[in-house]
T-cell receptor, first 114, second 120 residues
Framework: AQSVTQLDSQVPVFEEAPVELRCNYSSSVSVYLFWYVQYPNQGLQLLLKYLSGSTLVESINGFEAEFNKSQTSFHLRKPSVHISDTAEYFCAVSPGMGYNKLIFGAGTRLAVHP | EAGVTQSPTHLIKTRGQQATLRCSPISGHTSVYWYQQALGLGLQFLLWYDEGEERNRGNFPPRFSGRQFPNYSSELNVNALELEDSALYLC???????????????????FGQGTRLTVV
């Protein structure tokens, strides 16, 4: 069975500092990988996804994630965070096509302090 | 364009009662997904409706049920509420990716803000 582990439940960081949110997964089959963000009192929004091809994927707001097959990881990074990045971040994997197949991690709460 | 809307925002019920949660998908989306987000846990897939039919359900007991209406809106019903049913229930919608019109890789599921159900 597939599973997703987000290694940090909370990550406090100061504004303009770099951040890495860690995600590891277990799967015996190829997977699609996703990062979702949930801002306070809002639904989840897709941040970025890895489907195939280049192992480094980027979002429009400066986040990037790298798929590492040997380490079964999909860590999310940003070189300089803003207060507005404060949110809950969810890593998800899908062993096949279909949003009903998404397996989510427990989430990491990123708190950016001035 | 309106996003996925869910109602009510908050719902408080007592153990043993029934809860009904509602979801209106984005216009043009035919698929609706329900997820449960319990405190400290990731989202757990509950149900998938498409074109009025239940296409798949997650590992939840039968007292979790729902339906999809002709206008593609959806309702989630939870019978015989238990304390552990307290959670944020999220609805998502997407286009009919599995009919070859767009393909899974080119579509996205859009989430609503959720209904927070508290069972006391």
């Amino acid at each position: 069975a597939q599973s997703v582990t987000q290694l940090d439940s909370q990550v406090p960081v100061f504004e303009e500092a770099p951040v890495e949110l860690r995600c590891n997964y277990s799967s015996s089959v190829s997977v699609y990988l996703f990062w979702y963000v949930q801002y306070p009192n809002q639904g989840l929004q897709l941040l970025l996804k890895y489907l195939s091809g280049s192992t480094l994927v980027e979002s429009i707001n400066g986040f990037e994630a790298e798929f590492n097959k040997s380490q079964t990881s999909f860590h999310l990074r940003k070189p300089s965070v803003h207060i507005s990045d404060t949110a809950e971040y969810f890593c998800a994997v899908s062993p096949g096509m279909g949003y009903n197949k998404l397996i989510f991690g427990a989430g990491t709460r990123l708190a950016v302090h001035p | 364009e309106a996003g996925v809307t869910q109602s009510p925002t908050h719902l408080i019920k007592t153990r043993g009662q029934q809860a009904t949660l509602r979801c209106s998908p984005i216009s043009g989306h035919t698929s609706v997904y329900w997820y449960q987000q319990a405190l400290g846990l990731g989202l757990q897939f509950l149900l998938w409706y498409d074109e009025g039919e239940e296409r798949n359900r997650g590992n939840f007991p039968p007292r979790f049920s729902g339906r999809q209406f002709p206008n593609y809106s959806s309702e989630l019903n939870v019978n015989a509420l238990e304390l552990e049913d307290s959670a944020l229930y999220l609805c998502a919608s997407s286009t009919d990716w599995d009919r070859g019109l767009a393909g899974y890789l080119n579509t996205e599921a859009f989430f609503g803000q959720g209904t927070r159900l508290t069972v006391v």
